[in-house]
């Protein structure tokens, strides 16, 4: 059964260090998302992607993030100065159609010291 | 403010019976409704989704939609211990295609 994929599945970096999240959503699918989940709180919207570029993005999505599909298959989170607050799970889900369901991928969880 | 509430529990049933998931929305233009579940230190997965009004079936589960009352529910019948997840209740708009989550509904089976 096709799924998402995310590398790594644990990254440790240091504050103000940039980070790279990469995620392979299943093949067929055309719209691509970024959340993020701190501990023990809710999933939160980040950004969504289509047709290579942005179509949405939350108040969270500021100028220290970026997204990317650099070939046919991936689909990358860049937060380019990591904060503390940005310890968190992030997930990558994919879907077929605009309304359709979406399929979360196992997460990175980022862990900023 | 597109809000989505959801009781956080703990609830616990014991195995075999039913369980009974709730979950309002604020947003009266939401359009999809979808009900995920998570075990602790995992991704969401999918479990149902429901976009009329009305009541859906997928085996054990059935996902409730009353959209007047902006409230929908998922049931699992014949709860099982393996059903003891965290239950996050997603919906979407009529602008824009983010999800909204509920803050999730933690369930415990008792076998």
């Known amino acids: 059964e096709p799924e998402v994929t995310q590398t790594p599945s644990h990254q440790v970096t240091q504050m103000g260090q940039e980070v790279i999240l990469r995620c392979v959503p299943i093949?067929?699918?055309?719209?691509f998302y970024w959340y993020r989940q701190i501990l023990g709180q809710k999933v939160e919207f980040l950004v969504s992607?289509?047709?290579?570029?942005?179509?949405?993005k939350s108040e969270i999505f500021d100028d220290q993030f970026s997204v990317e599909r650099p070939d046919g298959s991936n689909f990358t989170l860049k937060i380019r100065s990591t904060k503390l607050e940005d310890s968190a799970m992030y997930f990558c889900?994919?879907?077929?159609?605009?309304?359709?369901?979406?399929?979360f991928g196992p997460g990175t969880r980022l862990t900023v010291t | 403010q597109k809000e989505v509430e959801q009781n956080s529990g703990p609830l616990s049933v014991p195995e075999g019976a039913i369980a009974s998931l709730n979950c309002t929305y604020s947003?009266?233009?939401?359009?999809?409704f979808f009900w995920y579940r998570q075990y602790s230190g995992k991704s969401p997965e999918l479990i149902m989704f429901?976009?009329?009004?009305g009541d859906k079936e997928d085996g054990r589960f059935t996902a409730q939609l009353n959209k007047a009352s902006q409230y929908v529910s998922l049931l699992i019948r014949d709860s099982q211990p393996s059903d003891s997840a965290t239950y996050l209740c997603?919906?979407?708009?009529?602008?824009?295609?983010?999800?909204?989550f509920g803050t999730g509904t933690s369930l415990t089976v008792i076998p």
């Open positions: 889900a994919s879907s077929d159609y605009l309304a359709g369901e979406q399929y």
């Open positions: 093949s067929n699918h055309l719209y």
């Open positions: 992607f289509y047709n290579n570029e942005i179509s949405e």
């Open positions: 947003d009266r233009g939401s359009q999809s």
């Open positions: 429901i976009y009329s009004n």
């Open positions: 997603a919906v979407k708009t009529n602008t824009g295609n983010q999800f909204y």
